[in-house]
């Protein structure tokens, strides 16, 4: 071997040595021989350096999985020996190889294993077995062999490819026929012999158990001298563990329920009297978590023999397991209040598994009744924080917290099914007597009383009484809490934590103020001060400045009086400024987007007359419109980039806010019956000159075409004086991307205002196209993704754009453009449905074809249209289908496809008899197409039923595609 490259294995060596060794690993692996060097090199122990003898295996493991076939039968053969003469001198050895080393030749001992054992070597575990015997070194070798062969055989996360899954279950059949029984006696053996002098060797011999166990006959595993040692191991401290994780994939395993049962049932019975059902809570706590783990598969395996014996109707093996069930629920309940949120988890899935058997009995016994109310209050218990908890900064702990909150929220919600009346009283029965002392109370408790009532919402429907009502004889539980919660003061509770669980609960009951509206000033107020908007923490604030705008949306009829006293307490957080002098406003811009929509619902819905409505909104909006003007000076003269980029993030904010005002609008509340519209004509007035700002561009034009859209919707026809402008600006040294932004806003002009904007848009026709085409001829790199699929979306949203103009009946604006400008457009419409393989423009392009053939193909259409259809339109309908890119698989194309078929069909219906003639006897036969498939092609062309021609369509382009 090239020793020079070998000293490159080494991870210390230096970069070209490196380089050296990886070529020659590249070589060794495409030379025909070389790797009968290296299996030579391991049989003889001829190197001591661990990297080699690694690198070594690495090359035997690249010929077995990619050349193997290729070998001839004695070079097999020499494989097979060199790995059995490795194993013969690691007896041997004075010191045992690296883990890593004995990792990767048990992997290549398991790629054999795959290959020859079904053909040339039915006798590998014997002979691996005869090698080793009972040698601790030679042991651990085979275990890991063992496990080697799992990963490539059993382990259900390793995706398997059909044929090497019919492999595999070939493998198991012949092992379980010809040799597990040896394999098991040998586990037998290895932790008789080394359970109490090597905890290693017997950990490793239980992971091998628990891996089989899922696929081998289980009554060579659950047999008493089996199971009694490894409850015995599960008395010793380094060997438990693995026991547990062992005995778990024991009971885990598929099995006739009654059997399943009774496995469970002497399993549990040696448990207990080992004393493993009374819980220490100082107990090893990665052992309780594996011992929880194994009682959830015990708890969940009897559960699932119940639901089979119910299923098949034996009834009495059911009440028998039931009451097996019923016996563990103490040791599940122990399990589930343990401090250790990882102990408590594991056993969630028994826990829920149990409250559904609950549900579906009809009498809930003394006992079952005691059982669930135990399980609430471990829920209870368990959802409280830790005091380490740290609410500004969470981390990975927090997160997992935050998790296992989620799980006790289901066993909540199946609580309430299992009996709603007893999960009311509880909750009250803890809600009532925290909130009656939450001045002395810890944050923990307060948080989680007021957590329960919120999640009480979605775990028991309103059917069952707890929704509010007006009627005081029937309010509900649920009413008598909320009321507790607004008149008890909690909201003054110094902690992030209880201040956010109000607000939140505030807004989900929200109707229970409808029913007592006499609390809302009080909330109004805690939203308002140094507990909602004004709160010491950030987080707090901007949860508060979304809940607040939720709560005044869905309360707005009652807030008729507090309104004008609402906007001036709000009015310092709608301020718009630019961080300067390190001064932080109280709440993001994000944040006062919500605010700023709140002071919009709160004047459009008052009951103030339209002149009243008018002044406020004009008051909330002014000051945007000020401070956008000295802004916008102050950027147009700003040289340094990065404080340029903060004006213009701030300019665009005041657009966004304004914008935002606008959402409270509605059908029945319009800005033109709100007397709002001059304000917003000043904004727009005050908005658009940012478009001719040159730094800046695309933050800019981003807001205002947003206000502009808005704008649309709200002011109607008031709009269109500004549009012209707004465009000029807009098209002014374009980027596809502002383009393809610019059109949508021309589309719902149209589609929205129709032959009122035909004069404009005949004027910004032209420009608007030059602009695009300009931009898709400019050359970009060959291989720039980005400039590709710029343009990709561009094309589309031009072709969108006439879609949208001849679908809106104007083919005016396209006719009055001069004859070089109508066909210009024209043929950019056929290149679209021909050329480019893109299915969604393509499908675009024969939509706006039939249309304008709908419109212009009559004998009065457009002069020359028709010479245009049968030169252009009707072989684009053949053309597309024919290219190689239009894939008739493909959903999408399938679309383009059905167009193109509508437009055939509105040629025929057009043109009637000539457009038949002109297939028949000119076009079709040009294209070689057969005599009877051109009768064929015509008849379904002529068909009343528009689906007869398009399914028709398909199977003639099929046909016709190479």
């Excluded at 970069?15 to 790797?35: G, H, I, N, P």
């Excluded at 009346?421 to 109370?441: D, G, M």
């Excluded at 252009?872 to 890119?885: D, G, R, S």
Aim: aromatic residues 10%; proline residues 4%; hydrophobic residues 45%.
């Amino acid at each position: 071997m090239d020793e020079q490259a070998l000293l490159g294995l080494n991870p210390n060596a230096n970069a070209d040595f490196r380089e050296r060794a990886l070529a020659y690993f590249e070589q060794l692996k495409v030379s025909q021989d070389a790797w009968q060097v290296c299996a030579e090199a391991l049989a003889q122990r001829i190197y001591s350096d661990d990297h080699v003898k690694f690198f070594c295996f690495q090359v035997l493991e690249h010929q077995i999985k990619f050349k193997y076939a290729g070998l001839t039968g004695l070079q097999q053969q020499l494989i097979r020996e060199t790995l059995i003469a490795w194993l013969q001198s690691q007896m041997l050895n004075a010191q045992p190889e690296k883990t890593f080393i004995r990792n990767k030749a048990a992997q290549v001992f398991a790629l054999v294993f795959v290959t020859e054992f079904l053909t040339k070597w039915p006798k590998f575990f014997f002979d691996i077995l005869s090698v080793v015997g009972l040698n601790p070194r030679g042991v651990d070798l085979y275990l890991r062999i063992l496990m080697a062969i799992d990963a490539e055989v059993v382990d259900r996360d390793i995706i398997h490819t059909p044929e090497e899954g019919r492999r595999n279950t070939l493998l198991k059949d012949t092992m379980r026929e010809q040799c597990i029984p040896n394999l098991v006696e040998s586990w037998y053996q290895i932790l008789q012999t080394y359970q109490h002098t090597n905890s290693e060797l017997t950990c490793q011999c239980l992971e091998v158990i628990g891996a089989y166990v899922s696929w081998i006959d289980l009554s060579l595993i659950a047999n008493d001298r089996f199971i009694n040692m490894l409850l015995g191991h599960m008395s010793v401290e380094v060997l438990r563990e693995e026991a547990c994780d062992c005995l778990y994939e024991i009971v885990n395993k598929g099995m006739d329920p009654i059997d399943k049962t009774k496995l469970v049932e002497s399993l549990c019975q040696v448990l207990q009297s080992a004393g493993f059902f009374s819980i220490n809570q100082e107990e090893d706590v990665d052992f309780l978590a594996r011992f929880s783990k194994l009682v959830n598969g015990m708890g969940q395996s009897l559960i699932i023999s119940w639901t089979k014996l119910v299923k098949s109707g034996d009834l009495k093996s059911a009440q028998d397991t039931l009451q097996s069930i019923e016996s563990k629920v103490p040791l599940m309940l122990q399990l589930l209040i343990h401090e250790d949120d990882d102990i408590s988890s594991n056993i969630i899935g028994f826990c829920y598994e149990y409250l559904h058997i609950l549900k579906q009995l009809v009498l809930l016994s003394d006992q079952q009744k005691t059982n669930v109310e135990a399980v609430m209050l471990a829920v209870m218990k368990k959802l409280t924080y830790d005091e380490e908890y740290n609410f500004e900064n969470e981390g990975e702990d927090e997160a997992m917290f935050v998790e296992y909150r989620k799980q006790l929220k289901l066993l909540l919600d199946r609580l309430a099914q299992v009996s709603p009346e007893l999960l009311l009283a509880s909750v009250r029965r803890v809600f009532n007597s925290t909130l009656q002392n939450w001045q002395s109370a810890s944050f923990m408790e307060v948080e989680v009383a007021i957590r329960l009532l919120y999640m009480l919402g979605e775990a028991i429907p309103a059917s069952h009484g707890a929704h509010f009502c007006g009627d005081v004889a029937k309010a509900s539980a649920l009413q008598d809490m909320m009321r507790m919660l607004v008149t008890s003061g909690v909201s003054a509770y110094n902690h992030t934590s209880v201040t956010l669980e109000f607000f939140e609960t505030v807004v989900r009951y929200e109707k229970f103020f409808t029913v007592e509206p006499i609390h809302i000033p009080n909330i109004l107020m805690a939203f308002l001060d140094h507990r909602g908007l004004r709160h010491s923490s950030p987080k707090v604030r901007s949860r508060t400045a979304y809940l607040f705008s939720r709560f005044v949306k869905s309360l707005h009829k009652h807030m008729n009086a507090f309104v004008e006293d609402i906007l001036s307490r709000i009015q310092d957080l709608l301020q718009l400024s630019p961080p300067e002098n390190g001064f932080q406003m109280l709440l993001s811009s994000d944040d006062q987007l919500f605010i700023y929509e709140t002071a919009g619902v709160l004047i459009v819905n008052s009951d103030y007359p339209a002149e009243r409505k008018s002044i406020l909104m004009r008051n909330l909006l002014n000051p945007l419109m000020e401070k956008f003007k000295i802004l916008l000076e102050k950027l147009v003269v700003e040289q340094d980039e990065e404080r340029q980029t903060v004006l213009a993030d701030c300019l665009n904010h005041a657009v966004g806010f304004a914008s935002r005002t606008s959402k409270a609008f509605s059908n029945k509340q319009t800005v033109k019956q709100c007397g709002c519209s001059g304000v917003y004509l000043d904004c727009l007035q005050s908005f658009l000159p940012a478009l001719s700002c040159p730094v800046q561009k695309e933050i800019l034009r981003g807001g205002v075409r947003t206000f502009l859209h808005r704008m649309i919707i709200c002011l109607e026809e008031e709009v269109l004086p500004f549009i012209p402008t707004a465009s000029e600006h807009m098209l002014k040294d374009c980027e596809a991307k502002d383009l393809q932004e610019f059109i949508p806003l021309i589309n719902q002009i149209t589609a929205k205002f129709k032959a009122q904007v035909s004069p404009f848009l005949q004027q910004v026709f032209m420009p608007l196209l030059h602009a695009i085409f300009e931009v898709l001829v400019r050359p970009s790199e060959e291989n720039d993704q980005s400039a590709a699929l710029d343009k990709q979306m561009l094309r589309r949203s031009y072709f969108a754009f006439l879609q949208t103009v001849t679908g809106s009946g104007m083919n005016e604006v396209i006719a009055n453009q001069g004859a070089d400008n109508v066909e210009r457009v024209l043929f950019t419409v056929i290149q679209g449905a021909v050329d480019y393989p893109d299915p969604i423009a393509q499908k675009t392009c024969f939509i706006i074809l039939s249309k304008l053939v709908e419109l212009w193909g009559g004998k009065d259409g457009l002069v020359g249209f028709a010479d245009f259809v049968y030169k252009h339109i009707v072989p684009a309908c053949f053309l597309a289908p024919l290219k190689p890119t239009f894939d008739l698989a493909d959903a999408q194309t399938i679309l383009a496809l059905s167009e193109c078929a509508v437009t055939m069909k509105t040629i025929y219906l057009k043109r009637g008899p000539e457009c038949i003639q002109y297939l028949q006897q000119e076009y079709l036969p040009s294209l070689q197409v057969a005599p009877e498939i051109i009768q064929e092609f015509c008849q379904a062309l002529q068909q009343p039923d528009a689906k007869v021609f398009k399914n028709y369509l398909k199977i003639f382009f099929q046909r016709a595609k190479p």
